[in-house]
């Protein structure tokens, strides 16, 4: 049997537990329009050089938080309840 665990207070509770509920977290960058012109003058070429280059250097989990994450958690009822009713609520925050 799939026991699962509640990641915000640690309950435990079966695959089928009416209490289980699923949250998915997206997180990505919100881009706004390109301003074209302001990259008229830019050296295409050596800017893409060097993009490459950071990327080559980079640890691949920290570019790809920097791009889009999409994290998923199971979660209690009552700690469904407390993540509606606060979902942005900072770590010293009941
Ligand atoms: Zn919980």
């Not at 695959?15 to 997206?26: G, H, L, Q, S, T």
């Not at 830019?42 to 791009?67: M, N």
Request: proline letters at 6%.
């Amino acid at each position: 049997m799939i026991r699962y665990e509640c990641d915000r207070c640690g309950l435990r509770m079966s695959a089928n537990d009416p209490r289980r509920f699923i949250v998915k977290m997206e997180v990505y960058a919100a881009a706004g329009p390109v301003d074209l012109d302001a990259y008229a003058e830019i050296d295409h070429r050596k800017e893409l050089a060097d993009v490459l280059k950071d990327l080559a250097d980079a640890d691949p989990d920290e570019v790809e938080d920097q791009t889009y994450r999409l994290l998923r958690f199971d979660v209690c009822n009552t700690c469904r309840r407390a993540l509606l009713a606060s979902p942005l609520s900072r770590p010293d925050e009941p």
